[in-house]
Structure formats: C-alpha cells, structure tokens
C-alpha cells in the first residue's frame, strides 16, 4: 500500500476507475473490466507520505509452507512469524502506534486480506493452475504496507489441483445491489465490542474471492469508520473486511464522547468499491 523509494504503495485509487465499469453493469465488457481490476492494482502507484520510522522494525515472515510448495488440495495453509511489533487487528482503520499493527497477505502482488493470527488459510478458488506468488508484509494500523526486503517476505507455490473447486462466474441483475446497516442504530453509544449487522441485496459476498480476479455480481463489503475515500481505494480507515451479514468491531483506540460514522460499502474481489458507490452508514457515540 505505501512506498517511499523501498517502502511502495500495493493498492492505488486509480483501480477504482478500473474497477468501476465493471461491477454495476450487465455487460460483458464491464464484466471483463471487473476482471482486469484487481491487476491494475498492482501496476500503478499512488505516491503517499513515507512510513514511520518505527517501521522499519516491523518484521513478517513464512514459518510454513517451504518456497515452492505444491498445492494440490483447494486451500494453502500457512503460519507467518512476526518481529517488532504485537498483533492487534482491534486498531485497524485507526491511528497508528509504533507497538500494534497487522499483517497482509497478497496473492500475485494482489492484497488479499488482513490478518492478526499466526495461522492463516488462502483459498484456491478461482485460482488457475501453475506457479504463484504469495507474500506476507506487516501492515500499520491504517493498512499502509512494510514491503521493503527484510520486512516482507515471498514464496512461490505450484497449484496442480487433484480435484479444483467450480469456477465462479459473472451473475447479471436487473436490479441494482445495496447494503443497509441494521445495527449499530443511528445515535447507539458504542463502548467496547459491538457488531456491524447489514442487509445485502442483488450481490453476492463471497470470503474466497479476495483477493482474485474479479467476477460480476461478486465481492465482499468494508467496515470503514468516518470515510470511505482517500488513499488505497479508502482503505485507510477500514476497520476491517466482511463476506457475510456481520463484522465483530470495538471502539478500542477511540475516545469517549466523541462521534464517529460506521460506513459499511461493497467492493469487488480486488476491494475496490463499486462504481458508483454502494455503501450506508450511521453516526454513533463512544460511550
């Protein structure tokens, strides 16, 4: 997500142009824009401020599998290893702090999620057979990505799939997609855990499609807080990702008394949001 000279920017606002022709329209031509989005992704960059210098010390790597492994089964196990600072996924899409962060995993320099646990599964949905990249780099709590040698780290491995999972391809609809935030209420106070329920219509969400090529009618949805613009498609203040009607949050790292929006929006499987957006929110209270 961000790079200054070593340190570089993975995802970029401009996929959002690339991403929105495709994922609202019932053509074939927008389909196969969906389809290209999530790899213009990873062809542009967006400038942005350099990372701290903290950082630097931030660490990931893959304790399994071995580089090069062959995957002939329909998911990818893996355990990464992380240095310099405390897993907390709690603080994402808040402000940074030089002890907390995540990590990222990226298939084909394509981000695929984030992460707060040493064990992570990748799906092989959608994925064609032949040799991949998957890296891991440590990620600030607003998703700005550590990807300088010695901080990230890449294996590949060779997917020959023995029985691959059905390919996922475009839905149309006449009727156009929305999401609509059922709980918090507008005006709640929120203190500690709370959850993000919404209601989803005309589009599918789907937990083993990030990351991958995009298919019409498909995606998942963003918990943000207070902003779904800005830099890395939004993603700056994404609280975290969803593939169903619930998102676990909490009001760690904010303060009481103040008020915050929750925005829930759609996005396709390389997460940028649809075009035009389809998104809700509410404004609530930090009790």
């Known amino acids: 997500m961000r790079r200054s000279s070593k340190l570089a920017v993975g995802l970029v606002a401009l996929a959002l142009l690339a991403a929105a022709c495709g994922k609202n329209s019932n053509s074939k031509s927008a389909a196969k824009t969906t389809r290209t989005a999530a790899a213009t992704s990873t062809s542009m960059h967006e400038e942005m401020m350099p990372l701290p210098d903290y950082a630097k010390g931030f660490k990931t790597t893959f304790a399994a599998p071995a580089d090069g492994v062959k995957?002939?089964?329909?998911?990818?196990?893996?355990?990464?290893?992380?240095?310099?600072?405390?897993?907390?996924?709690?603080?994402?899409?808040?402000?940074n702090t030089p002890t907390s962060a995540h990590y990222h995993l990226l298939l084909d320099k394509v981000l695929i999620n984030m992460y707060c646990s040493p064990d992570a599964t990748v799906s092989m949905q959608n994925i064609k057979p032949g040799v991949h990249?998957?890296?891991?780099?440590?990620?600030?709590?607003?998703h700005a990505e550590v990807l300088e040698a010695g901080n990230a780290?890449?294996?590949?491995?060779?997917?020959?799939?023995?029985?691959?999972?059905?390919?996922?391809?475009?839905?149309?609809?006449?009727?156009?997609?929305?999401?609509?935030?059922?709980s918090p209420k507008p005006g709640a106070v929120l203190s500690g855990a709370f959850d993000v329920v919404v209601e989803i219509k005309n589009f599918e969400d789907n937990c083993n499609l990030f990351g991958k090529p995009g298919v019409a009618g498909y995606g998942h949805w963003h918990a943000n807080l207070d902003s779904m613009e800005g830099s890395m498609m939004g993603m700056g203040t994404m609280l975290g990702m969803a593939c169903t009607n619930t998102?676990?949050?909490t009001t760690t790292g904010l303060k009481s008394g103040q008020t915050h929006d929750v925005i829930a929006l759609l996005v396709d499987n390389g997460h940028a949001?649809?075009?035009?957006?389809?998104?809700?929110?509410?404004?609530?209270?930090?009790?």
């Open 71 to 95: 995957v002939t089964g329909n998911e990818l196990k893996v355990e990464v290893a992380v240095s310099g600072f405390k897993l907390d996924c709690d603080l994402a899409g808040k402000d």
């Open 133 to 142: 990249k998957l890296e891991v780099a440590p990620a600030l709590n607003d």
């Open 153 to 182: 780290q890449t294996i590949s491995f060779d997917y020959e799939p023995t029985s691959a999972l059905p390919v996922l391809t475009d839905e149309t609809s006449a009727d156009k997609p929305s999401i609509k935030i059922l």
């Open 247 to 249: 998102f676990h949050a």
């Open 273 to 287: 949001p649809l075009h035009p957006a389809v998104a809700d929110k509410v404004t609530v209270t930090i009790g």
